[in-house]
């Protein structure tokens, strides 16, 4: 029996099947679960929370999450190093985008950042986060050293930094905070000397202070001091914080059950198919049910980061580093802001919120993730 | 093995150190919510419960009460609060500022009422100030947009129209006690207004109707998203009186002012119905509708002359000479006299080794029961009393339904004392002294009772020996009268005797109560309040040493329409204080000019 498969595996040569189907076993099954499962929690908690809306989220996210699936195939299948190589063009067609944004956007909620091609509206910054993270992880990798010299950090803020104004003067700060765990994930792994990583911390306090003093609306003032005191302004901003906690508390253990959320089903909640959607999960599903959700963004980010560790090469490992860390800060900024721990900004939640351009992000982002774990063993 | 030349290894390890960090972070957020769903769960479910419904009373009006003649005693007035949603304000302070600004009150006087409610979760409306006026209603209804907190809230307050001259008949309302809460098992909340005292009280299932209810789908704004269902509030029944507020009011004219303290009871012999029930002093019933202010509660229970109590029926007083109505008509039904037995009357007889004197000091000579009743001879009832004995004059009392309660349809009645051998030994642990029997033959001693009680015994000599339920309601369900087992003879011998009081030259309120056109009969009593040793001229005596008077009568006396009784407490002499009140209620009641004129 040995002897006759081994002499099987050793007679015939690699065919052109062999790579090919190494390419799919090799799928890690903890990302693509964890993300399938989210998006099937999300959509069942989408239609929940848009029972008392005019129109049922749940078909068109069903459709958001098919066009994510298949954006997911053609990412993955593309080897990453492709799109390293094209990282440049998709940066400056990113940036390009932005610019455009700030011209003809249309406006949603206070912030220009919806650009309009046809029937077809998107955030280009949801793109041009993805173009940046090619783009910065393709310098990074260049540069093979140990720890990062200043005058590379600098480069590497600059390459973030620009499209990051950008997306900040339209304004949209929650979106421009999300390029920041980009910077900083793939910073810190990159390889930072502890006594800069001090400074920039400090310079980081000054900038924020500069920012509350010169750079925010009035609108996002009053958001900030409304987190740090809800009660002031319960009409108002604090009024979202309050319901949402109410909404996450009252679902205690076990939830109130499908649908059955008051908060959300007597329209209490803001934006509960979107930023508030853990809102209303916690309400319906209790704890078990958050814990449940947190337990699958956990599983997913470790299997991601597991994938991060076996890759190929730096690039691979950055590239990963990159997205799981946008996905991270969501989960984690979402979720805080949901029970309450920090002020409410526009930042959904990977897989689970409704949104066009935000699911299909995420599904590319798995694809690319999925893409450099398939293509470990492969010479380039 | 492939040749990688990159430097990687550093790059995997910041990425397990990275991974952990963010493991942790998620179960720190986990943390958070079992926090907020475990351990603060009750107190959000019972938030999400308050924002989901809001369940708005619709009280029920209560029920309106008229006079006999259908004229408005009580009515209902819109009434408005102000009520603040803590969890609204954005400052308190600042809130506090502007309703300090828009009702004239200091801030500080705001601040405490609001410590008061600290116990209650904010986002309950609290009550901040009552009896708002429409100037300040506006007010915080222009302002509302600014100050969302402030939430005015329109109630149905009692108006008494009469104020103290009604006000020991129909009672207030107040606040129900736990119990009564309790008891009621859901018809009252906290905060609602239930009758307290007299009419208010004893009907106050019929007057408050049922409360009704809209359970609507509020957001936390308080903005009205859909009504969930709506139970109609049930009013409350309006009440007709057996009060004639003509005579309720003519009474209540002559026990105003100070000094004035007593009660006056007209009633309808033939039925009970009572035609006017004043207790002076009185208390403006319209304090209650609101809550009451501490500084006027206690104003009230201050006063030495307790405003609150309501004299006709919860004080009893010695009886005096109007007791000769009982021990005469006892007398002769028991045959221990009969009606011509006469005693001479010297000025002071003796009894049990004791003198007793007759209020006149020449005495009355001869006297009959006829005589002895018009003239008020002390002398003829000791004689009566001492040959029946405590004892029997008890059993007659009673008969007159003296010791026990009337069964009138307000509360509080008190039952008054008809003593005997057995509430000597039983109350007094001692045995009862023949020498009080002769006390007691003249009314005087441990026998009490009050003006309504008297105002009965009055009613059962005038209707010719029924007794009839004394009642404020105009149709209240009654047992029929029933016949006392007195003497029609007997009682018809009395009735003349009160004839001669009033209409016959000697009778003792011959001058007093006279009305031209329409016979009156009537008994007047003095009560001694200090011995007779110490007595100087009535008028300089401090007020609280000075006689209680009783009248009490009945009219016209061949077919009696009416019972009036009066006792002023303090007043004096009978005939001489109480008898012109009665005689004032005839001259109402019977529209007769008396040539008086009218009190106050």
């Known amino acids: 029996m040995q002897s006759i498969s081994g002499s099987i595996t050793g007679s015939h040569p690699l065919t052109e099947e062999r790579p090919r189907l190494r390419l799919l076993s090799s799928i890690d099954g903890g990302l693509i679960l964890s993300a399938l499962l989210l998006a099937a929690i999300g959509l069942a908690t989408v239609h929940s929370a848009s029972s008392e809306m005019p129109v049922d989220y749940f078909p068109r996210q069903a459709g958001w999450v098919a066009i994510g699936l298949v954006l997911l195939v053609i990412s993955m299948s593309v080897d990453y190093h492709v799109l390293l190589d094209l990282s440049v063009v998709l940066y400056v067609l990113g940036i390009v985008s932005l610019i455009g944004v700030l011209g003809f956007g249309a406006k949603h909620g206070g912030a220009a950042n919806w650009l309009r091609i046809g029937a077809f509206q998107f955030q280009p910054s949801e793109f041009a986060k993805i173009a940046t993270g090619l783009f910065l992880a393709r310098y990074l990798a260049g540069l093979n050293n140990r720890v990062l010299e200043f005058r590379q950090i600098v480069t590497a803020v600059a390459i973030v930094a620009l499209p990051m104004v950008l997306v900040a003067i339209e304004p949209d700060m929650g979106g421009a905070a999300m390029y920041a765990p980009l910077l900083i994930g793939m910073l810190l792994v990159a390889g930072i000397r502890v006594r800069l990583l001090v400074t920039a911390v400090l310079l980081g306090i000054v900038l924020v202070s500069g920012l509350w003093t010169f750079g925010l609306k009035g609108y996002q003032r009053q958001r900030v001091l409304t987190f740090l005191a809800p009660e002031t302004d319960p009409l108002g901003a604090g009024y979202q914080v309050r319901q949402s906690k109410i909404a996450v508390g009252s679902g205690e253990l076990l939830g109130k059950g499908y649908m059955q959320g008051t908060q959300s089903q007597l329209r209490f909640l803001p934006a509960r198919h979107t930023d508030f959607i853990l809102s209303v999960l916690a309400e319906e599903w209790g704890f078990l049910g958050v814990a449940s959700v947190l337990g699958l963004y956990a599983l997913y980010i470790s299997s991601a980061a597991r994938i991060a560790i076996r890759a190929r090469d730096r690039a691979g490992i950055l590239l990963v580093v990159g997205l799981i860390s946008i996905t991270c800060f969501h989960v984690l900024y979402n979720s805080s802001m949901v029970v309450g721990f920090v002020p409410i900004t526009g930042i959904p939640l990977p897989f689970l919120s409704y949104g066009g351009s935000f699911t299909m992000i995420n599904f590319i982002s798995l694809g690319i993730i999925l893409g450099v774990d398939i293509r470990r063993y492969v010479n380039r | ?600």
């Open chain 2, 1 to 600: 093995m492939q040749v990688v030349r990159e430097h990687r290894d550093d790059l995997v390890s910041r990425v397990r150190v990275l991974t952990a960090v963010v493991t942790g972070l998620i179960v720190a957020i986990a943390t958070g919510f079992w926090f907020t769903q475990l351990v603060q769960g009750d107190y959000y479910r019972e938030l999400a419960e308050n924002n989901r419904l809001r369940k708005l009373p619709i009280k029920a009006p209560r029920g309106l009460i008229f006079d006999r003649k259908g004229r408005l005693l009580v009515e209902n007035v819109p009434s408005y609060s102000l009520m603040i949603d803590r969890s609204r304000a954005s400052s308190l302070d600042h809130s506090l500022w502007f309703a300090s600004g828009v009702l004239g009150r200091p801030v500080a006087d705001l601040q405490q009422i609001l410590q008061k409610y600290r116990g209650i979760p904010t986002f309950k409306p609290v009550l901040l100030a009552e009896n708002l006026s429409l100037s300040e209603v506006a007010r915080f209804g222009v302002e509302g947009l600014e100050y969302p907190e402030f939430e005015v809230e329109v109630q149905h307050q009692r108006l008494y129209r009469h104020r103290e001259q009604t006000a020991h008949i129909l009672g207030y309302l107040g606040e129900p006690s736990l119990d009564e809460i309790e008891t009621a098992k859901g018809a009252l909340q906290p905060g609602d207004m239930i009758g307290k005292k007299g009419i208010e009280q004893t009907y106050d299932a019929d007057l408050r109707g049922r409360d009704g209810e809209r359970v609507v789908v509020v957001d936390s704004r308080g903005q009205l998203l859909q009504e969930y269902k709506s139970i109609p509030a049930v009013p409350g029944k309006s009440l007709t009186l057996s009060i004639d507020l003509d005579l309720q009011q003519e009474a209540a004219r002559w026990l105003d002012g100070p000094e004035k303290v007593g009660a006056v009871v007209a009633m309808d012999p033939r039925n009970g119905e009572i035609l006017a029930l004043v207790s002076a002093p009185a208390f403006n019933p319209n304090l209650f509708a609101r809550r009451l202010q501490q500084a006027d509660w206690q104003a009230l229970i201050d006063d030495p002359n307790h405003p609150l109590q309501n004299r006709a029926i919860q004080n009893t007083y010695s009886p005096g000479s109007t007791f000769k109505i009982v021990m005469a008509t006892a007398g002769m039904t028991d045959h221990d006299f009969d009606p011509h037995t006469s005693v001479l009357c010297t000025g002071s007889k003796i009894f049990y080794n004791r003198p007793f004197r007759c209020w006149k000091k020449g005495g009355h000579g001869t006297v009959d029961a006829h005589a002895a009743i018009k003239l008020s001879c002390d002398i003829y009832f000791y004689t009566l009393g001492q040959k029946m004995g405590i004892d029997k004059i008890a059993k007659y009392a009673r008969l007159f339904g003296l010791g026990s309660t009337t069964g009138i349809d307000i509360e509080g009645e008190k039952r008054g004392n008809v003593p005997d051998n057995a509430w000597s030994e039983k109350v007094r642990h001692q045995r009862w002294y023949p020498g009080e029997t002769i006390s007691v033959s003249i009314g005087q001693g441990p026998v009490l009772v009050t003006p309504l009680q008297m105002a009965e015994l009055t009613s059962i000599v005038a209707n010719g020996g029924l007794r009839v339920v004394p009642h404020l309601v105009k149709d209240a369900k009654l047992p029929p009268p029933e016949r006392v087992d007195l003497d029609p003879e007997a009682l018809r011998i009395v009735r003349g005797g009160m004839i001669g009081v009033v209409n016959e030259p000697g009778g003792t309120a011959y001058g007093s109560a006279r009305l031209p056109g329409i016979e009156i009969a009537g008994k007047s009593g003095t009560v001694q309040v200090i011995a007779q040793a110490q007595r100087t001229e009535e008028h300089n005596l401090p007020f609280k040493y000075r006689d209680h008077a009783w009248f009490t009568s009945f009219a016209p006396a061949d077919n009696p329409e009416l019972v009036v009784t009066v006792f002023a407490e303090h007043g004096g002499g009978g005939s001489k204080v109480a008898a012109p009140i009665a005689q004032a209620l005839y001259a109402k009641y019977f529209g007769i000019d008396n040539g008086k004129p009218p009190a106050n």
